[in-house]
C-alpha cells in the first residue's frame, strides 16, 4: 500500500513540476528563460499554446515513454496533475500576471508624454539649467506612476488617506478614523 501511495505521490510532484517547466528537476537556464517565455505569453488574453500545455510540444511524446516506464496509473496521475496545474497558472497568468501588465500599460502610456514633454520643455526653455531637477522631478513622477500602476492610487493619495491604505483595522490602530 505504502509503494502505491508512494508511487501516487512522486507521479503527482513531477505533474506539478511539468505544469512550470521542469525547472524543480532540472534548474538550468533554458528551463527557466523558456518557462518565463511562456509565462509571458500566456498573460495575453485566450487560448495561447505554449511549450508548457500539456498536449502541446513534447507532451505527446513524453506520455508514450512515460506509459512505458511508469504505466498507466502513474502516468495518468502525473497528466492529471499536470493539466489542472497548468490551467491554474495560465488563469494566474492572464488574470493577474496580464490583468496588471495591462492596467500599468494604460497608466503610463497615459502620464509618460506628459512627463518626457514637461522634461523637454523645461530643459529648453532653461538652456539646460533646469535639467537635473526636472530629471529628479521626472524620476518622482515615474514612481508616482508605478504606485498608481500597482494600487489605483499616487504616492500623495495614499499619504493623504492614510485609512484607505491600512484598510479599516489598520486605520483603528493608527488612530485615523
Do not use: C, Y
Not at 533554458?30 to 518557462?35: H, P, Q, S
Not at 496580464?98 to 500599460?105: D, F, N, P, V
Amino acid at each position: 500500500m505504502n509503494d502505491v501511495l508512494t508511487r501516487g505521490f512522486n507521479a503527482s510532484l513531477t505533474g506539478l513540476d511539468a505544469s512550470i517547466g521542469n525547472i524543480a528537476s532540472d534548474p538550468s537556464a533554458k528551463n527557466i528563460f523558456g518557462t518565463a517565455r511562456d509565462v509571458l505569453i500566456e498573460t495575453l488574453p485566450g487560448d495561447q499554446r505554449t511549450n508548457l500545455d500539456v498536449n502541446f510540444g513534447e507532451g505527446t511524446v513524453k506520455t508514450g515513454a512515460s506509459l512505458r516506464d511508469r504505466g498507466l496509473v502513474d502516468t495518468s496521475i502525473h497528466r492529471q496533475v499536470q493539466s489542472r496545474a497548468g490551467n491554474m497558472r495560465e488563469t494566474v497568468a492572464e488574470k493577474g500576471l496580464g490583468a496588471g501588465l495591462r492596467k500599468a500599460g494604460q497608466v503610463f502610456g497615459r502620464r509618460i508624454p506628459s512627463m518626457v514633454r514637461n522634461f523637454t520643455a523645461g530643459t529648453a526653455a532653461s538652456g539646460g539649467a533646469a535639467a537635473l531637477p526636472l530629471g529628479i522631478w521626472a524620476v518622482g513622477d515615474t514612481l508616482d506612476t508605478a504606485a498608481e500602476a500597482i494600487t489605483g492610487r499616487g504616492i500623495l493619495d495614499h499619504a493623504q488617506n492614510p485609512a484607505r491604505v491600512r484598510g479599516r483595522s489598520g486605520a483603528k490602530l493608527a488612530g485615523v478614523n
